[in-house]
């Protein structure tokens, strides 16, 4: 059975940090491009960044509005794909979703205030 697990959201000042993580199962997150996606309040869903499987040379990507804050990485040992977000603003509060292998994960929300 194939499935996501987000994990690591939760309320956060505006600058602080938080990482999520991904854990997969039913197939290899190293072999299939892994994405994380976001849809804030009254939003669309939109794509936040991606890696590449090690095939292609696991590169990552992320959307301009997060470059230089957020960056992602793997643990292929653990089968986990993680979103480091720093300096969260406001505007990043959303429910955080990981996707890989056509699959979905259920969200983890996010919320940045003061």
């Known amino acids: 059975q194939v499935y996501l697990v987000e994990s690591g959201g939760g309320l956060v000042r505006p600058g602080e940090s938080l990482r999520l993580s991904c854990s997969a199962s039913?197939?290899?997150?190293?072999?299939?491009?892994m994405s994380w996606h976001r849809q804030g309040p009254g939003k669309e869903r939109e794509w936040v960044g991606h890696?590449?499987?090690?095939?292609?040379?696991?590169?990552?990507e992320v959307a301009e509005s997060v470059k230089g804050r957020f960056t992602i990485s793997t643990d292929n040992a653990k089968n986990m794909v993680y979103l480091q977000m720093n300096n969260l603003k406001p505007e990043d509060t959303a429910v955080y979703y990981c996707?890989?292998?056509?699959?979905w994960g259920q969200g983890t929300q996010v919320t940045v205030s003061s």
């Open positions: 996707r890989g292998f056509d699959t």
């Open positions: 039913g197939f290899t997150t190293s072999t299939v491009t």
């Open positions: 890696v590449l499987p090690v095939s292609q040379g696991a590169i990552t």
